[in-house]
């Protein structure tokens, strides 16, 4: 079935250590982004990408770095220089066609707590 | 001002009645407009996309955009107690190609 895999679902670091998420899909999608939700809180943009090899910094990016050497992958690295990295990450790509409108496909999200 | 404001509730709503959310934003050039719904410890599901003024109808759920006073609404009726979760409006800001600006959301709470 086509969708959008992120692992690990549930993740603890302690402080000061680096942590990868990884995420994937198989809808042929051009778009992808990640994102981060607080409780109570909207989700935020971290990072974003728009084509294979190419992407931009959302609006909360630092401490965090991204790659896009495939299109079906785009993992997401949480350096130690994020001061409060625990929260909720959700992967998300847009369908072809629909890149003008902004709508959005959620992965199942991981969970990163900080020891 | 947040970009997109929604009540955070909980919205208590009872069995077989109408679920009421509203949803501001301040960017009056937005022009696509977004329900997700998320259960608890899920990720966010697309339930509404709405691009143009006056109510789309999808089933229980009917959006409601009004460009000019810049919000945007979501019935549910027949609400049943599958549709207690947190509502998300987004909207597609100006300022960035395709990004989505995400309101707070609305704990609905559907009971028995």
Not at chain 2, 1 to 22: C, D, M, R, T, Y
Not at chain 2, 61 to 85: E, G, H, M
């Amino acid at each position: 079935d086509g969708g959008i895999t992120q692992s690990p679902k549930y993740l603890f670091r302690k402080e000061g250590q680096n942590v990868t998420l990884s995420c994937e899909q198989n809808l042929n999608h051009d778009a992808m982004y990640w994102y981060r939700q607080d409780p109570g809180q909207g989700l935020r943009l971290i990072y974003y990408s728009q084509i294979v090899n190419d992407f931009q910094k959302g609006d909360i990016a630092e401490g965090y770095s991204v790659s896009r050497e495939k299109k079906e992958s785009f993992p997401l690295t949480v350096t130690s220089a994020q001061k409060n990295p625990t929260a909720f990450y959700l992967c998300a790509s847009t369908p072809p066609g629909k890149a003008n409108t902004g709508e959005l496909f959620f992965g199942e999200g991981s969970r990163l707590t900080v020891l | 001002q947040k970009e997109v404001e929604q009540n955070s509730g909980p919205l208590s709503v009872p069995e077989g009645a109408i679920a009421s959310l509203n949803c501001t934003y301040s960017d009056r050039v937005s022009q696509s407009f977004f329900w997700y719904r998320q259960y608890s410890g899920k990720s966010p599901e697309l339930i509404m996309s709405i691009y143009s003024n006056g109510d789309k109808e999808d089933g229980r759920f009917t959006a409601q955009l009004n460009k000019a006073s810049q919000y945007v609404s979501l019935l549910i009726r027949d609400s049943q107690p599958s549709d207690s979760a947190t509502y998300l409006c987004a909207v597609n800001i100006r300022s960035g190609w395709g990004k989505l600006q995400f309101g707070a959301g609305t704990q609905v709470v559907v009971t028995p």
